[in-house]
């Protein structure tokens, strides 16, 4: 055994002022451990962070606010120039579906549009604004 743990109770009129888990080699070691002023302070003076006391408030705070912008501004975003793009759709306007048909604007009522997706059989479908997926006509990309 070279290391002796050696684990004290003060004694009742005594309080303890700092607790270590390091090895103590011999008695007299132990004793110096031990500060006899037992109002001293335990370590060194403290660290504070960039940001003072409230640093991992203001850090958590940070976090949440780029967690919104990514999770609820992005598709929202998104979902009103969908919408743009749907109200600003016109008669003759060739579009694509979420699905992949290709097809031609012939008729708009609400929320439902008329394609004419061939022209040989001039075969027509009724489709939901919501399935277009892009203008054609106004998208060049």
Known sequence: MNNVWILAQPEPDQTPSRITS??????????????????????????????????????????FAVMYMILFRGPRKKQQQHKQMVQSLAKNDKIRTIGGIIGTVVDIK?????????????????????????????DKS
């Open 22 to 63: 390091e090895p103590v080699t011999s008695q007299s070691e132990a004793m110096e451990m031990v500060p006899s002023d037992p109002n001293a302070p335990a370590s060194g003076p403290q660290r504070r962070g960039f940001f003072g006391p409230y640093g991992n408030l203001i850090f958590i705070g940070l976090m």
């Open 110 to 138: 609400g929320d439902e549009i008329t394609l004419k997706v061939d022209e040989s059989n001039n075969t027509k479908i009724r489709i939901a604004a919501s399935a277009i997926g892009r203008n054609l006509s106004k």
